[in-house]
């Protein structure tokens, strides 16, 4: 497999697949700025998705081929508790979909013959008749059922990881980093490159709104759920609020506070100018979500998916280094969390947020 990897410097790719995970759109998100390179680079670009990710895809390009895959068809509770348990009683519907995903790659590859193949996430997604990259940066396992059920899952994981040419990590090497011990556990798989956070947000001066910038995302019913919770605290609160509720295909409104103005999905440029203006956001912790606040150097409250140990640990190492309030969801106050913000000092990670476009120069991108 290395072999292709030589292959690739010495004749320039012309034709990639990208696909991204459907687990919210932080995996499509992220992919945004990659696939945009490779379109800079006269590259023949081909995406495929499903879901929300298929729907946000379709939405920032509209002039590319855009494959619609089956879905992994996990069904999630409202209650956060027991979510690692209920998520492991669905392992063989993961297995099968990366088994489906593995078959279609295989029949699609002889038809169009790709240079490249680059998975966030989805670990059917490599092929022995070209050269697959997999993204993640989920590579220390904490299921909150025990450090024997950790191993097994990591086991499991790292068995996908290693049939790929190469694992990008969307974070630093050395310190600092933003996910701590998730991206840097002690045993790492085969062919790992650390390629630096990756945002599709670009930093622009304009003039702060003092608006507060609301971002939801992630699987239903936590997204609703926490939608009902933060428009009622925001009735209450004297200030204006942004609500971007995370739903590219949806048309319909919810009833709004007057001091709401809600979008149900903004493309990269609007959002850049969304946070840009704002002077805090409020987000899930998940790790998509925080590379954007951090490379936009904004304040922020965090408010990790019920039951999602990754995102609960992220956001308690942000707190920890008081840079960002987290809150779980059950206690929200955003009173309370925007004074917490008061007391804590502004703070900014020096990071290169372009070191992908190297990781690609290596495989002859340039």
Not at 24 to 38: D, F, S, V
Not at 126 to 144: D, V
Not at 235 to 259: A, C, H, W, Y
Not at 309 to 318: A, M, P, S, V
């Amino acid at each position: 497999m290395r072999f292709l990897i030589k292959t690739m410097v010495q004749q320039k790719p012309y034709k990639v697949l990208v696909s991204p995970l459907d687990w919210g759109i932080g995996h499509a998100t992220r992919c945004i700025p990659i696939i945009y390179y490779l379109m800079e680079k006269g590259i023949s670009v081909s995406l495929a998705s499903d879901g929300k990710s298929y729907d946000l895809l379709k939405k920032e390009f509209p002039t590319l081929i855009i494959y619609k895959l089956q879905g992994y068809k996990i069904t999630y509770q409202k209650s956060g508790k027991q979510f690692s348990l209920k998520l492991l009683q669905q392992v063989h519907k993961i297995i099968y979909a990366v088994f489906c995903e593995h078959v279609w790659l295989k029949k699609m590859q002889k038809k169009n013959n790709w240079d490249l193949v680059i998975s966030d996430n989805r670990y059917g997604f490599y092929n022995k008749k070209t050269t697959s990259i997999i993204i993640t940066h989920q590579l220390h396992i904490h299921s909150g059922m025990g450090r024997f059920v950790d191993r097994w899952v990591q086991k499991i994981l790292y068995g996908y990881i290693n049939r790929f040419n190469r694992c990008w990590i969307p974070d630093s090497l050395e310190e600092p980093n933003l996910t701590g011990i998730l991206a840097h556990p002690i045993q790492k798989p085969k062919y790992l490159e650390y390629i630096g956070p990756i945002s599709r947000m670009k930093k622009i001066e304009v003039a702060s709104s003092h608006k507060i910038l609301i971002l939801l995302s992630g699987p239903e019913p936590q997204r609703t759920l926490l939608e009902q919770i933060l428009l009622k605290q925001a009735e209450k609160i004297d200030k204006q609020f942004i609500l971007v509720r995370g739903l590219p295909s949806e048309t319909s409104q919810p009833m709004l506070p007057t001091n709401v103005t809600s979008f149900n999905y903004l493309g990269a440029s609007e959002l850049t100018q969304a946070l840009s203006s704002a002077s805090i956001v409020v987000c899930r912790s998940g790790y998509s979500s925080l590379m954007d606040i951090v490379k936009m150097e904004k304040k922020a409250i965090l408010i990790p998916t019920p039951g999602q140990t990754e995102q609960e640990y992220l956001g308690k190492r942000f707190m920890d280094k008081k840079m960002f309030v987290c809150q779980n969801q059950d206690e929200v106050n955003l009173l309370t969390g925007l004074e917490q913000l008061n007391e804590f000092t502004e703070q900014s990670f020096s990071i290169d947020f372009e070191q992908y476009k190297k990781a690609l120069s290596a495989l002859g991108i340039k």
